[in-house]
């Protein structure tokens, strides 16, 4: 009869399960486990039998994460380490890019002796056209590489400069960043009403559109004045604003805080407030005039100094051709287009020493209690179709050099496939193209010229031509250039209502040269004020002539603090 023997039976009157380990499982560790996994192996010694990814954690448990109970763990035997250095050895300079030219040399012998052997032999149509397909291919794919050489030499662009050195006592009261400004929109702008009109404009040559690339017209230099006349130097602003408005600019000042989200170049404009009143100025002796060439190109200008294609020379060059442009189209020296009032800027010169320009004062209504007072330029005015009298707005767009400057040769492309050139100034002066039409729009002109002009030499820049001129309606242009003007009444609203919240004083908007926002700084109100005073009294050594001066500069002190009462008082008297 078989022995049966009762086994040892553990009661746990605290729970569940057995209260100790058995004994010969005491001194093992416990390993958690799932009745999930699956058993596919014994023993995997290689531990890389599963390199499928699909297939790595198959057999797995499902608390791998955890380390391995049954591990070897060397605790406090430090004899054998041995630090390893597994950064790469770096080759000489003669051996760097070895492989590669061997690699190319050995190829360029391979097609070689193909093409011996394809020349030795007869071949039919089929492979005579695999050859072809083989060669084209070849030819595609040698231009593919070389554009690559091309773009790993581009050179890195140069951090820009600020157009004002921001000084340490300026404090920045907001900051807006493109991406945000691009969002906004501002739909309900009521009625426009012209407030004032003033100047005179000489009519458009129309023998100027039959201009073309065989028969280009050398560009002339033509004397004339251009008032480049800020918001609170004129009369006229200083008169409307006791009537009209709470916000006062120019056009030009308005364009570019409309398109300054396409803007790459530092600017700067200075924010004066006076009670429930804002005037936007540029700041003296800045280069707010100038034009700005090839600002959104990929690879823009990034020469210095005296060379003739930096920035600041293009610059100075693309107003130059502008100016001389705009009234040379003109039938200078017959009849003109006189507006209800005289020219506000025109002292003792005559009639023909001054450029061909129509200022209008218009009023907008931007809502919110936002009336803007904005002075317009016109250039020129030509009868239409009908006989009707249309205004004008004329402006150049100049070629410096094709090989920088999108690789379109205006005098090969301009007669026949001219929209390859305009996409190409599109994309190289999107900022310039769109102040421009903000402008026309502003000032509700009729026509938008543009005229092409290039070097008659491309080391030369003092000699033009003219190859041609295009014109288009101001809003049907916008479109064209994906110009929003919902964006740019939202953009210039922004800005009021950020100028509006802050306290009566003056402020700086400035772009920043290398990054897509615009910052709003509080500045003292005699910022870029009596530089030159301070400097001719320090130069004095006498001090009785210092002493006369300083009675000068303290009596043109009292007067600019008079004036400004003034205008402080002009501008508080609807209260």
Known sequence: MALFNIPRIQDNPHGWGPSEAPEQFKDLPYAPFSKGDRLGKVSDWTGATYQDRRFLNKYMSQFGGQANPYSYYH?????????????????????????????????KEREKRQQAQASMQVLSK???????????????????????????????????????????????????????????????????????KCGSLEFYDRAYD????????????????????????????????????????????????????????SWDIVVNKFGKKLFFDKRDDSDFDLL???????????????????????????????????????????????????NPFAQDEEPSEIASVAYKYRKFDLGNGIVLVCRCELDAATYGPNGELQMMNIKSLNEWDSRFSGGVDWRL???????????????????????????????????????????????????????????????????????????????????????????????????????????????????FESEESESESSSEDDDSESGAEDEEEEGAVHREDDEERELGTELELEK
């Open 75 to 107: 605790d406090e035997d430090e004899s054998t380490f041995q630090l390893v250095d597994t950064s790469r050895v770096q080759k000489p300079i003669y051996q760097k890019g070895r492989i590669r030219f061997n690699q190319n040399k050995l190829r």
């Open 126 to 196: 089929t492979q005579k056209s695999r050859e072809r397909d083989r060669q084209r291919q070849l030819r595609k794919w040698q231009k593919q590489f070389g554009k690559q050489q091309e773009q790993q030499k581009k050179p890195q662009i140069k951090n820009r400069n600020a157009s004002v050195q921001v000084r340490d006592t300026w404090a920045v009261v907001e900051e807006m960043d493109f991406p945000r400004l691009s969002k906004l929109s501002l739909s309900n702008v009521g009625e426009t009403e012209d407030l004032m």
């Open 210 to 265: 039959r201009v073309t690339t065989k028969n280009e017209k050398r560009l002339q230099r033509i004397s004339r004045i251009f008032h480049k006349v800020t918001t609170t130097d004129d009369p006229i602003i200083r008169q409307l604003a006791k009537m009209h408005g709470n916000v006062f600019a120019t056009d030009a000042i308005l364009s570019v805080l409309m398109c300054c989200t396409r803007s790459v170049y």
């Open 292 to 342: 700005t060439v090839s600002e959104t190109a990929t690879e823009p200008p990034q020469e210095e100094g005296a060379n003739l294609n930096s920035p600041k020379n293009l610059a100075l060059e693309a107003t130059f051709v502008n100016h001389n442009f705009s009234q040379q189209v003109l039938k200078m020296g017959e009849d003109r287009f006189d507006m209800p009032e005289p």
């Open 413 to 527: 492309k301009l007669d026949m496939q001219r929209g390859a050139v305009l996409a190409t100034e599109l994309k190289n002066n999107s900022c310039k193209l769109g102040r421009w039409t903000v402008s026309s729009l502003l000032a509700g002109s009729d026509i938008i010229k543009f005229g092409y002009v290039s070097r008659v030499h491309v080391k030369d820049s003092s000699k033009h031509v003219i190859l041609g001129t295009q014109q288009y309606r101001p809003t049907e242009f916008a479109q064209q250039i994906n110009l929003n003007m919902d964006n740019a009444w939202g953009i210039l609203r922004c800005i009021i209502d950020i100028c509006m919240k802050q306290k009566d004083g003056k402020y700086l908007i400035m772009k920043d040269p290398n990054k897509p926002v615009i910052r709003l700084y509080d500045i003292p109100n005699n910022s």
